[in-house]
């Protein structure tokens, strides 16, 4: 079974504060995504990276920055959290394309963030 | 841009009987279509997906999808509920190589 993990599932932070969420995956996925998941607007794509050190921006990356410097793991940064990034993030890898990949993303439990 | 549109914020229906989610997509290139399901305070967790083949998708816990490709929809099916199917349900395609573009969710919400 596919595993990815995420740090926390619960995270209390102050404005200004420098967050760091962490997702680790174990079926040696070359796609790692994150998401943000806000009541009525569905899941929107922040940032994506299909290898190691490669990241390109999602649909809003504003206020984020990511890291990838193993191929398990894909950390998303908040350099000075707002009170607008309170949100629930999730997590997904997927495989590669050239694989005959079935396209299927495999999502993390989420960790609910609250700046205050 | 592709996009994906769900009709229903929330749909709220009698345990035991049918229920339809809808789902309608825009898209010019090949369309590969996605269920998830979202289980309070989980992950999403795939239902069906269609790729290419018969447009009549069976998946997981007795859902099925159709695509209809003139109609540009991606309808979730099951012909009798239970309350353990109270949860958000996303329709989602894939755009450019391997990202997902997600509608703004359904809430099923299962009476007794």
């Known amino acids: 079974d596919v595993k990815v993990t995420q740090s926390s599932r619960y995270l209390v932070k102050r404005t200004g504060e420098k967050v760091f969420l962490e997702c680790v995956q174990d079926?040696?996925?070359?796609?790692m995504f994150w998401y943000r998941q806000d009541p009525g607007l569905g899941l929107r794509l922040i940032y994506f990276?299909?290898?190691?050190?490669?990241?390109e921006k999602g649909d809003i990356p504003e206020g984020y920055s990511v890291s990838r410097e193993k191929k398990e793991r894909f950390s998303l940064i908040l350099e000075s959290a707002s009170t607008n990034q309170t949100s629930m993030y999730l997590c997904?890898?997927?495989?590669?394309?050239?694989?005959?990949?079935?396209?299927?993303?495999?999502f993390g439990p989420g960790t609910r963030l609250t700046v205050t | 841009a592709q996009s994906v549109t769900q009709l229903d914020s929330q749909v709220p229906v009698f345990e035991e009987a049918p229920v339809e989610l809808r789902c309608n997509y825009s898209?010019?290139?090949?369309?590969?279509l996605f269920w998830y399901v979202q289980y309070p305070n989980q992950g999403l967790q795939l239902l069906l997906k269609?790729?290419?083949?018969?447009?009549l998708v069976k998946g997981i816990n007795g859902f099925e999808a159709e695509f209809n490709k003139s109609q540009t929809s991606f309808h979730l099916r099951k012909p009798s509920v239970h309350i353990s199917d109270t949860a958000e349900y996303f329709c989602?395609?894939?755009?450019?190589?391997?990202?997902?573009?997600f509608g703004q969710g359904t809430r099923l919400t299962i009476n007794p």
């Open positions: 997904a890898s997927s495989s590669g394309v050239g694989t005959s990949g079935t396209y299927e993303q495999y």
């Open positions: 079926m040696d996925h070359e796609n």
């Open positions: 990276s299909y290898d190691v050190k490669m990241k």
């Open positions: 898209s010019s290139v090949s369309v590969y």
């Open positions: 269609y790729l290419s083949g018969s447009t």
């Open positions: 989602a395609s894939i755009q450019g190589a391997q990202k997902l573009v």
